[in-house]
T-cell receptor
Framework: AQSVTQLGSHVSVSEGALVLLRCNYS??????LFWYVQYPNQGLQLLLK??????LVKGINGFEAEFKKSETSFHLTKPSAHMSDAAEYFC???????????FGSGTRLQVQP | EAGVTQFPSHSVIEKGQTVTLRCDPI?????LYWYRRVMGKEIKFLLH????????ESGMPNNRFLAERTGGTYSTLKVQPAELEDSGVYFC????????????FGPGTRLTVT
């Protein structure tokens, strides 16, 4: 069965600092990988997705993630944090056999002024 | 274009009562999914409809949960009778096509069973 591990349930950064949210997956087949963000009182919004094209994926709001098969990782980064980035971030995986997303436990990002 | 909508946004019921959650997917999306997040846990898949048919219901916790999708449009998720452990946020999502397309999520229904 697939699984996703997000290291760090809470991450705090200063405004303007690098954001790095970690995601490792386990999958026996080439996966499709996603990062979603949930702002307060809203649904999940897709930030970016990897579907076996370019390993460096650019998403919305300046976020990007790099698929590293050798490390089974798909970490999310943003060079400079904004206050508006404060939210909960979810890494998710699926494969060609199923549509259901398997989520990590989420990382709550706090941005300090 | 309207997004995925869910009703109600919040529901508080007593143990043993029945609750029905509704999801309206994005128009034209054949795929509809239900997920649940119990407090402190990860978001977990419940089931997947393709039009009106259940494609995958491997995540349904037990037979107290009944999902339907009338005419391939909106979907309902009924919990009967509700138990304390059913409390959480229930998300609905929809997508189009047959590939790993983006799933569009609704805002969720927060269910509290007391």
């Amino acid at each position: 069965a697939q699984s996703v591990t997000q290291l760090g349930s809470h991450v705090s950064v200063s405004e303007g600092a690098l954001v790095l949210l970690r995601c490792n997956y386990s999958s026996s087949v080439p996966p499709y990988l996603f990062w979603y963000v949930q702002y307060p009182n809203q649904g999940l919004q897709l930030l970016l997705k990897y579907t076996s094209a370019a390993t460096l994926v650019k998403g919305i709001n300046g976020f990007e993630a790099e698929f590293k098969k050798s490390e089974t990782s798909f970490h999310l980064t943003k060079p400079s944090a904004h206050m508006s980035d404060a939210a909960e971030y979810f890494c998710a995986v699926t494969d060609t056999g199923r549509r259901a997303l398997t989520f990590g436990s989420g990382t709550r990002l706090q941005v300090q002024p | 274009e309207a997004g995925v909508t869910q009703f109600p946004s919040h529901s508080v019921i007593e143990k043993g009562q029945t609750v029905t959650l509704r999801c309206d997917p994005i128009s034209g999306h054949d795929n509809l999914y239900w997920y649940r997040r119990v407090m402190g846990k990860e978001i977990k898949f419940l089931l997947h409809f393709v039009k009106e048919s259940k494609q995958d219901e491997s995540g349904m916790p037990n037979n107290r949960f009944l999902a339907e999708r009338t005419g391939g449009t909106y979907s309902t998720l009924k919990v009967q009778p509700a138990e304390l452990e059913d409390s959480g946020v229930y998300f609905c999502a929809s997508s189009q096509g047959r590939g790993p397309y983006e799933q569009y999520f609704g805002p969720g229904t927060r269910l509290t069973v007391t």
